[in-house]
């Protein structure tokens, strides 16, 4: 029996792998709605760079982004809407839609959330794939929660002619709406550059700064959730920190004396054309990829490795708190801070685990650590301990981890008990070996017949063995409570493993 089973797991296994949910490799129908931070953004921006290249405004190549951007929100359960937009320059006639969309709050009070789909002749990775991708993910994670206020997502055409499209929109619109927006949250080249930049504000006819709280709130938020990111040095007397109220769709509720807080990755040290200044590395020429050939994601992962993944999960962090915690007009973070006991510990896994890339279940998998396998741990918490893995920072759940040193020792007992063991010790590595390959499973089956939908639920390790991870100081040093979590992890454990023998066995016929 155990063996027939392992056949199965291996088979499990084997259909899971073909079908690589892992960065940029799945297939559109099979995106669950539980992926981790910026995953989501990741894949949409492969996937519009390769369907929708130079989606120049007014080409079929644009109006094709458009349709399916169109059908991609309604999927969600969004019912969009286009508000047509034009703009005349320099004796060139523009036309393109914004394409409006809304999540209600309690709240009618607004955070308007936009990124441009028009690009210029290039692939437009990163200008803007990477700010439609966030937008795209962020709008199917925020049909899960319940927020304050009310989300509208905009995505605006005519950006690159000058960020036209939002500035007739937006002028065009109602007093009432431009009187309901608390801040608008803009999403432009967000993957590439070497430093991830906050900015927001403006400066009113005395020369003083104004609305300049979004800023400054994101920034402490980032800075709360660990997360590396910087307001621009001042290195521009017409741009003093932290504005940078031009250039993008920002500037158009700017103008409107609407609060603004603008995402973008660039590098403003010492570069000869300060903000289009993107990378200090000397293989790109002036520090420029955007609106060249380079703009390409390819060209992104060859260079700079895990760059924009990395952008993209960071950024995705920090707009998911702003969009479920922001606090009109306040400067200071919207979370607690996360803090950790520093040590230098190695430390056991006390059963297969997942190794996120941050602290927290919403952060990407970055691997899976063995039971009994050792770890150096740098600092933790009640929650989640901070480890060296495979040389870089990772976030594992610390119940999951003890410092004592597993036994590996060969007990005298009979031969009926010593089988027992054995037995036990192989179904629960095989179980928790399947609880991750469940999850995989559950994600691919989303649109499998009904009989196996209720089959799924989401069964990685932390997700269902533990409570909801708060930093909250009352359980922040407790650690019993995660015995029965694992009990209970187990029975899911078990029933997952079952289901997926279940499916796996109905697919071999
Ligand atoms: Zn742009």
Redesign the pocket.
């Known amino acids: 029996m155990r063996k027939k089973m392992s056949c199965i797991w291996l088979c499990v296994v084997v259909v899971l792998l073909q079908l690589t949910l892992s960065w940029g490799g799945f297939s559109m129908t099979a995106r669950a709605d539980q992926s981790g931070y910026g995953e989501d953004a990741y894949y949409y921006m492969n996937y519009i760079q390769t369907n929708y290249p130079s989606r120049v405004v007014g080409t079929p190549n644009e109006k094709a982004m458009e349709s399916w951007l169109i059908q991609e929100v309604t999927a969600m359960g969004y019912a969009p809407y286009t508000f047509f937009t034009e703009w005349d320059q320099w004796g060139t006639h523009y036309e393109g839609d914004a394409i409006l969309f809304e999540k209600p709050g309690r709240s009618s009070r607004r955070i308007v959330v936009g990124a441009?789909y028009d690009c210029v002749d290039t692939h437009g990775a990163d200008?803007?794939a990477s700010g439609v991708g966030l937008l795209l993910e962020t709008a199917k994670r925020m049909q899960q929660v319940e927020t304050e206020y009310t989300i509208q997502f905009a995505l605006f055409s005519i950006?690159?002619p000058g960020a036209m499209g939002s500035q007739y929109y937006v002028s065009r619109e109602t007093q009432e709406y431009r009187d309901s927006v608390a801040v608008m949250i803009n999403l432009?080249?967000i993957a590439a550059g070497d430093n991830m930049y906050i900015y927001g504000g403006s400066m009113d006819e005395q020369g003083n700064l104004v609305r300049t709280w979004g800023a400054y709130q994101a920034l402490a938020t980032a800075q709360a959730l660990g997360l590396n990111m910087s307001f621009h040095p001042d290195v521009n007397e017409n741009y003093p920190v932290p504005i940078k109220n031009t250039a993008?769709d920002h500037m158009a509720y700017d103008f409107h004396n609407i609060p603004y807080i603008y995402f973008e990755a660039s590098n403003w040290n010492g570069g000869k054309f300060n903000n289009f200044y993107q990378t200090a590395d000397s293989r790109v020429p002036d520090g420029q990829m955007m609106h060249t050939w380079m703009d390409d994601l390819e060209f992104y992962n060859a260079t700079f490795p895990g760059r924009v993944q990395n952008h993209l999960t960071s950024y995705s962090i920090l707009l998911d708190a702003l969009l479920q915690n922001l606090v009109e007009g306040s400067t200071e973070s919207v979370v607690a801070p996360v803090q950790y006991t520093d040590v230098t510990e190695t430390v056991y896994a006390v059963s297969d685990v997942n190794v996120r890339s941050g602290a927290g279940t919403g952060y990407g998998v970055l691997g899976i650590l063995g039971k009994d396998t050792p770890i150096l741990r740098t600092g933790y918490n009640g929650e989640w301990s901070r480890v060296e893995y495979e040389g870089t920072t990772a976030y594992v759940a610390s119940a999951y981890l003890t410092t004592e040193e597993p036994e590996i020792t060969i007990e005298e007992t009979t031969a009926e008990e010593s089988s027992i063991e054995e037995s036990v010790t192989e179904e629960s590595s095989t179980e928790a070996l399947t609880t991750e390959e469940y999850t995989l499973e559950t994600k691919e089956s989303v649109l499998s017949t009904s009989e196996e939908k209720t089959e799924q639920t989401d069964t990685s390790i932390e997700e269902t063995a533990l409570p909801e991870q708060e930093w909250t100081e009352e359980n922040r040093h407790t650690s019993s409570w995660w015995i029965p979590a694992v009990v209970a992890g187990v029975c899911v454990a078990a029933g997952g493993g079952i289901a997926a023998g279940i499916i796996a066995r109905k697919r071999r016929r």
């Open positions: 441009h200008d803007n950006e690159e432009d080249t993008s």
